[in-house]
């Protein structure tokens, strides 16, 4: 298993009449996890975008405990629990300061060639980055 | 079973670099069409805000089959499949305007008490504009 | 002069913890009112891309003078006070239901290659097509 | 003058089609450099939330130079150039790492009291932390 922690702050922008951080902003929050994670790797997204490499959304699943507010510190947990082949799933998990868990979810990418947007596999230096986790 | 149909048309600011549509804006839209299918029943959510039951998300699920892209125009088809008591849970379906599935999924709220921030049950206007169609 | 209307309807998700619809998502309205502006043309912005034409935004300016609300049904005038040459400046104005003015504005956007990413001039089909009302 | 910087990274989300962060995205930046400046005079907006106040925005002005893009690392500055009495003007210019200036604005807000809507002073907590940079 791999895990990476991130810190966020809540913006203005992402609350609703409501007062809380509106239930689709989490989904951005999770991307935010991934790109840290995957740059924990010495790696980066952009790299892979480079390599004609595109990772569009198969699956999105996020459940909701307790609501984030305006300019709460938020602490965003991604975790791969198995190496990716043709997909990749990341588990999240956000919580306040206080500790207590707000939400949690699985996002599923899938490998895409940029080119002819067909599957593909997850390129060698992700593999080899993630390798000595597992 | 009780399902709407709404349009929406794809805006600029809701793609990403994929040239695709941001997989979480979705939610968005998925809120859209849970507000037209309120309007339907000569119901508003607002007026949920004002009798003081807010209705915040407790879970989500999006299965993405393809990406939705600038101008398209998109179908929103939203249903639901049994009447609430104190959850509510939307079914939805996005299609593009070759018919083809885009996306689909399941949104499930929880009516709270606005000032006791607790659970409670759904407005009887709402039970009583949605008996028919079950 | 070319003018413009269109109607949207403010989504949950663009309003902010004070109950207004936040500021910086007029800027997503304003390029509705664009696109819809060429749309009246039978051109369209897609199009001005697929001939490898970007439009970047240049300035942009705003003035709030009412705020706008959850559910609100506006209406986005948006117009053309001269021909574009190598920019286009459209002037927007917002109203809601009541015909009050909620705020007005101009963006100004730069035809620009998209392979050399340097200015050049606004395609022929545009002028030609915004000839008549000039 | 009394101005604060604060670093923000490009969110994948934030991006278009063009490969940019879109237009509107800067006033959500344009806020947080806000927020942060607020919080280094060890005050909080939130604060000024639950004192009774609401800042919306009157007016707001950004030139765009350059464009931004995903997992840049932006510097967000954030400019008071004289005390705020009823209304208050922040100065913002936002650089990539290279040190180029992408773009510059102003956003004036008004000091309102939340429950009559209705225009106020600053609030006193404000100014005074505010005074000896003046």
Redesign the interface.
């Known amino acids: 298993m791999f895990t990476t922690e991130t810190k966020i702050?809540v913006?203005?922008?992402e609350?609703?009449?409501?007062?809380?951080v509106?239930?689709?902003?989490?989904?951005?929050y999770y991307?935010?996890g991934r790109?840290e994670m995957i740059r924990n790797l010495s790696l980066?997204?952009?790299q892979f975008?480079d390599m004609g490499i595109?990772m569009?959304?198969?699956?999105?699943?996020?459940?909701?405990f307790k609501?984030a507010r305006?300019?709460d510190l938020l602490t965003i947990k991604t975790s791969l629990e198995k190496l990716p082949i043709a997909r990749i799933r990341f588990v999240c998990v956000i919580q306040n300061e206080a500790g207590e868990k707000l939400n949690e979810g699985e996002v599923t990418l899938v490998f895409t060639d940029s080119n002819t947007r067909k599957p593909t596999r997850a390129p060698d230096i992700l593999i080899k980055a993630l390798q000595p986790f597992f």
Chains 1, 2, 3, 4 share one sequence.
């Open positions: 702050r913006r203005y922008a609350t609703d009449q409501m007062g809380y509106y239930y689709g902003r989490f989904a951005d991307e935010v790109t980066s997204y952009k975008e595109m569009p959304v198969l699956e999105m699943k996020i459940r909701y609501a305006y300019d």
